[in-house]
């Protein structure tokens, strides 16, 4: 029992990466004692793991323990000097304790490893101003005037200015040198002033008090002078604002300094790309509810997000009209999906409105195609082919003029206008051919085929049937191919029904001739001769005989003609039915 539960206090030994992977998360998300811990973890598997030493020396970093982050950093490079990283690591850790000198000479080591590195070069630049802070440049040290210094005297007699000329250029040069002085000072204490912020009315308050000779010489119950703490308040004061000036070096400073400077202007552009970021994010998910068919609810999230929109000045909102506009599309097609056609109508007008107003041809060929299909799609053809007419001019690429084209020809032959369908149709093919769209090119085929059967042009319909055939078996698409097959052979039973009955009328033609050549022939042989006698020998009611037997002979061809035709129509009539 005792040895359970200590197995359950310890917990389960992970592997290395284990922890070092979890080390590295909660690096990440800030919780660096955490981090610690399981960094030690880590290197109790693997006590002289480089990398890992190197991770926990910038955590003790990161909690400001320097000592133990030094400590990490020195074990990390042993048996390599030349580990950049944890090289790196020792300079940042010695640029934290203050012992700038030493963390120069680290940056530099490691510059000249990795001068690939733009951290050692930084490095370089934040220590050196940081020892100038410290120190002070050498423009800036001054020298007392103690001691023998004759030589700088006789040193300066040799190089006195003899001329006017030169007696001028001199005093200049104080001039200016003075100046720069007064010009130095003011900047000094305009920057104690920014470092220490409020505490600076602290420390020019304890100035003046040292000022006030009888209440230096005052003593304390405890024994010290008023004096020594106005002095220790100073003291501390300057030691913080020393301290500040080198977390923060001069390039620092002023690299904050110019982002401030720009801040002001770019903060307008920040509020507005905000506002933009917002919208954009909710028209993504209002197009997504779209997609997948919850029509109802982009529907109402747009017509929230306008009312938002419409609330927004153009100065805050740039593309307030162009937002809008494509927020009406959208609750225009949404309305299309729910059936509402009236509705989405009015919602596509509104999109048109807003392009015309802004010239925004974009926008305006959206609208259009818009307003188009839904006039399509409610049966108004005649309204269609208007709106996809007005935006023909505003196509751009050869796809769409391919679909544009497509689609007004489709509304021309709903209207019965043959021909104008088959010039479109045509149009739609040049197009397609352009793009090499094989799915348009076939659309295009059968759209003017079905106009040219319309024409009753059927040898014309089969070849573009047949064209439109070829790209659906390209295609591998079975049911545009089954469509275009059983079109295909309707129109070729109508071109073999019209060859039968032209072949028939043909041959009614001829029965018909020959039946008048055959009266013809009966009529005048009766006429001729009678019984063998010549006309001139026969009397007229013989004569009259003869004519009588012609006239029933010719009946009885006629009537036998007749029903002949009578069986043929018949037999086409059972034709049609069988078929």
Same mark, same amino acid.
């Not at 944890?86 to 001068?115: I, W």
């Given at each position: 029992?005792?040895?359970?539960?200590?197995?359950?206090?310890?917990?389960?030994?992970?592997?290395?990466?284990?922890?070092?992977?979890?080390?590295?998360?909660?690096?990440?998300?800030?919780?660096?004692?955490?981090?610690?811990?399981?960094?030690?973890?880590?290197?109790?598997?693997?006590?002289?793991?480089?990398?890992?030493?190197?991770?926990?020396?910038?955590?003790?970093?990161?909690?400001?323990?320097?000592?133990?982050?030094?400590?990490?950093?020195?074990?990390?490079?042993?048996?390599?000097?030349?580990?950049?990283?944890?090289?790196?690591?020792?300079?940042?850790?010695?640029?934290?304790?203050?012992?700038?000198?030493?963390?120069?000479?680290?940056?530099?080591?490691?510059?000249?490893?990795?001068?690939?590195?733009?951290?050692?070069?930084?490095?370089?630049?934040?220590?050196?101003?940081?020892?100038?802070?410290?120190?002070?440049?050498?423009?800036?040290?001054?020298?007392?005037?103690?001691?023998?210094?004759?030589?700088?005297?006789?040193?300066?007699?040799?190089?006195?200015?003899?001329?006017?000329?030169?007696?001028?250029?001199?005093?200049?040069?104080?001039?200016?040198?003075?100046?720069?002085?007064?010009?130095?000072?003011?900047?000094?204490?305009?920057?104690?002033?920014?470092?220490?912020?409020?505490?600076?009315?602290?420390?020019?308050?304890?100035?003046?008090?040292?000022?006030?000779?009888?209440?230096?010489?005052?003593?304390?119950?405890?024994?010290?002078?008023?004096?020594?703490?106005?002095?220790?308040?100073?003291?501390?004061?300057?030691?913080?604002?020393?301290?500040?000036?080198?977390?923060?070096?001069?390039?620092?400073?002023?690299?904050?300094?110019?982002?401030?400077?720009?801040?002001?202007?770019?903060?307008?552009?920040?509020?507005?790309?905000?506002?933009?970021?917002?919208?954009?994010?909710?028209?993504?998910?209002?197009?997504?509810?779209?997609?997948?068919?919850?029509?109802?609810?982009?529907?109402?999230?747009?017509?929230?997000?306008?009312?938002?929109?419409?609330?927004?000045?153009?100065?805050?909102?740039?593309?307030?009209?162009?937002?809008?506009?494509?927020?009406?599309?959208?609750?225009?097609?949404?309305?299309?999906?729910?059936?509402?056609?009236?509705? %989405? +109508? $009015? #919602?596509? !007008? =509104?999109?048109?409105?807003?392009?015309? &107003?802004?010239?925004?041809?974009?926008?305006?060929?959206? *609208?259009?195609?818009?307003?188009?299909?839904?006039?399509?799609?409610?049966?108004?053809?005649?309204?269609?082919?208007?709106?996809?007419?007005?935006?023909?001019?505003?196509?751009?690429?050869?796809?769409?003029?391919?679909?544009?084209?497509?689609?007004?020809?489709?509304?021309?032959?709903?209207?019965?206008?043959?021909?104008?369908?088959?010039?479109?149709?045509?149009? %739609? +093919? $040049? #197009?397609? !051919? =352009?793009?090499?769209?094989?799915?348009? &090119?076939?659309?295009?085929?059968?759209?003017?085929?079905? *106009?040219?059967?319309?024409?009753?042009?059927?040898?014309?319909?089969?070849?573009?049937?047949?064209?439109?055939?070829?790209?659906?078996?390209?295609?591998?698409?079975?049911?545009?191919?089954?469509?275009?097959?059983?079109?295909?052979?309707?129109?070729?039973?109508?071109?073999?029904?019209?060859?039968?009955?032209?072949?028939?009328?043909?041959?009614?033609?001829?029965?018909?001739?020959?039946?008048?050549?055959?009266?013809?022939?009966?009529?005048?042989?009766?006429?001729?001769?009678?019984?063998?006698?010549?006309?001139?020998?026969?009397?007229?009611?013989?004569?009259?005989?003869?004519?009588?037997?012609?006239?029933?002979?010719?009946?009885?061809?006629?009537?036998?003609?007749?029903?002949?035709?009578?069986?043929?129509?018949?037999?086409?009539?059972?034709?049609?039915?069988?078929?």
């Amino acid at each position: 029992m005792g040895d359970d539960e200590e197995e359950i206090i310890k917990g389960p030994v992970c592997s290395y990466l284990t922890y070092k992977s979890e080390g590295d998360r909660l690096y990440m998300l800030g919780e660096y004692e955490k981090a610690i811990n399981s960094y030690t973890h880590a290197l109790q598997q693997e006590p002289k793991n480089r990398n890992c030493l190197v991770a926990r020396s910038r955590c003790y970093l990161a909690i400001g323990n320097t000592t133990l982050a030094l400590k990490d950093a020195e074990a990390s490079q042993l048996g390599n000097k030349e580990f950049y990283k944890g090289l790196y690591r020792k300079a940042e850790t010695l640029y934290a304790k203050g012992e700038f000198e030493l963390a120069l000479m680290f940056y530099h080591r490691g510059h000249k490893l990795r001068p690939d590195d733009h951290n050692f070069r930084l490095g370089i630049q934040k220590a050196r101003e940081a020892i100038d802070n410290s120190v002070g440049s050498p423009s800036s040290v001054k020298l007392d005037t103690k001691g023998d210094l004759s030589l700088f005297y006789r040193r300066e007699e040799k190089v006195l200015p003899k001329t006017k000329s030169q007696l001028r250029r001199l005093k200049l040069n104080l001039k200016q040198q003075s100046m720069k002085t007064e010009q130095d000072e003011p900047k000094t204490s305009k920057t104690v002033r920014v470092l220490l912020g409020e505490l600076y009315g602290d420390k020019e308050y304890l100035e003046k008090l040292l000022l006030d000779k009888e209440l230096i010489k005052t003593a304390t119950d405890s024994g010290g002078s008023i004096q020594g703490l106005i002095m220790s308040g100073i003291t501390f004061l300057d030691t913080r604002t020393e301290f500040w000036r080198q977390q923060k070096p001069i390039f620092a400073r002023e690299r904050e300094q110019r982002i401030k400077a720009q801040s002001w202007k770019s903060h307008r552009k920040q509020a507005e790309s905000e506002q933009t970021t917002f919208i954009l994010e909710r028209m993504e998910e209002i197009d997504m509810l779209l997609a997948d068919g919850y029509a109802e609810q982009c529907k109402s999230k747009a017509m929230e997000l306008v009312q938002i929109v419409k609330g927004w000045s153009q100065r805050e909102v740039p593309n307030k009209a162009e937002f809008l506009g494509n927020l009406y599309s959208t609750i225009g097609l949404a309305q299309v999906e729910l059936g509402e056609f009236e509705d %989405a +109508l $009015a #919602s596509h !007008q =509104k999109d048109l409105l807003l392009a015309r &107003k802004h010239d925004n041809l974009e926008a305006k060929s959206r *609208a259009l195609d818009n307003i188009g299909r839904v006039y399509a799609r409610i049966g108004e053809f005649a309204k269609a082919v208007e709106a996809w007419s007005e935006k023909e001019p505003l196509t751009k690429t050869h796809l769409e003029r391919t679909w544009l084209f497509h689609e007004i020809g489709r509304c021309h032959l709903e209207l019965g206008n043959n021909v104008e369908a088959r010039d479109y149709g045509l149009k %739609a +093919l $040049a #197009s397609a !051919q =352009k793009t090499g769209d094989e799915e348009w &090119k076939m659309n295009a085929n059968v759209l003017v085929a079905q *106009a040219e059967l319309k024409e009753n042009k059927l040898q014309t319909a089969v070849t573009f049937f047949e064209q439109a055939l070829s790209k659906a078996k390209v295609l591998n698409d079975e049911p545009a191919q089954e469509a275009i097959s059983n079109a295909l052979k309707d129109s070729k039973n109508q071109i073999a029904l019209a060859e039968k009955v032209k072949q028939e009328e043909a041959e009614e033609l001829q029965e018909k001739q020959k039946t008048r050549r055959l009266r013809h022939s009966q009529c005048s042989s009766s006429t001729d001769s009678v019984c063998g006698f010549p006309s001139s020998h026969v009397s007229d009611s013989s004569l009259h005989e003869a004519k009588t037997q012609g006239e029933d002979t010719e009946a009885a061809v006629e009537e036998a003609v007749t029903e002949k035709r009578r069986q043929m129509k018949r037999k086409r009539k059972q034709e049609r039915q069988q078929r």
